[in-house]
Nanobody, 123 residues
Framework: QVQLVESGGGLVQPGGSLRLSCVVS????????IGWFRRPPGLEREGVSC???????YYVNFVKGRFTISKDNTKSTVYLEMNNLKPEDTAVYYC?????????????????WGKGTQVTVSS
């Protein structure tokens, strides 16, 4: 059974930092891309970042230079380091994977999702 479990969210002031973790079981990170998504309050879910199975990163424009994605295959964990956080980064953050997909551009119909972790950026 595949499970993805996010953690690390919380309340942080603008300009602050958080590190999110996504622990994956039932899938090997060596063979799978993992994506980070978020759903801001009242808005649609959007992609944030992704890491290919080979470790190569992908970022959407609005997080480039502020967020860093990485992974530790031995711990089966993907991290999202978020710096210089802004109020508009407030959202529930999710990690997701699709069985058999190793490249981020191949993620079309993610069939594995975590339950999410809340990130709130506010003074």
């Amino acid at each position: 059974q595949v499970q993805l479990v996010e953690s690390g969210g919380g309340l942080v002031q603008p300009g602050g930092s958080l590190r999110l973790s996504c622990v994956v079981s039932g899938l090997t990170l060596n063979d799978h891309a993992i994506g980070w998504f978020r759903r801001p309050p009242g808005l649609e879910r959007e992609g944030v970042s992704c890491i290919h199975s080979d470790g190569g990163p992908y970022y959407v424009n609005f997080v480039k230079g502020r967020f860093t994605i990485s992974k530790d295959n031995t711990k089966s964990t993907v991290y999202l380091e978020m710096n210089n956080l802004k109020p508009e980064d407030t959202a529930v953050y999710y990690c997701a994977a699709e069985t058999g997909v190793s490249r981020c551009e191949g993620l079309r119909s993610m069939n594995h999702w975590g339950k999410g972790t809340q990130v709130t950026v506010s003074s």
